[in-house]
């Protein structure tokens, strides 16, 4: 819930340009997340809700972020589409299975994780260039990320394809392990 409280005051800061302050609003929703996963493994307080809300508030976060810094010319167009172009697949996808099949449970693969981390870490690299702080060049992250959207957009596509004719072929309602 931290994440997607921290939303619209990082929109707000972005979008009044007030670099240092979405720098670290940025970081302490990355930060959470990376600590919301590790907690929930280790101490087995996964919940088909919080992985829901997990998926949420990193979409909501990322999306904004994206949006926002493309707006004002801080990050290039072209990904900020491929960004979200990758989320409202995912989506509709889960919105699909939802009407079709029934109650999904998000599982998000190494690859999704390894594209969020990556969206984490660009983001940071623009807000600490941005605030004048010594950064990474960002463009060779600009081109990782835009990599693993579209390798984690097609293998969601592909996995959740696959169980879905599986299970609409098996007649059943719950959705085979992967």
Known sequence: ???VLLVAPICWLLWHERWPFALLLVAVAG???GLDGFLA???GWQSR???ILDAVADKLLLIACFVILAWRQQAPIW???IVCGRDAIIALGALGWRMLI???EPRPSL???ACTLAQIVYLLTVLLALAHWPGLHSAALAWLVAALCVASGVHYVWVWSRRAWRVRHAGSLSPPGM
């Open 102 to 104: 029934g109650l999904i």
């Open 31 to 33: 930060v959470s997340d």
């Open 1 to 3: 819930m931290l994440r």
């Open 41 to 43: 493994r280790h101490y």
């Open 111 to 113: 690859l999704s994780k």
């Open 79 to 81: 990904l900020a589409v």
């Open 49 to 51: 809700l919080g992985g």
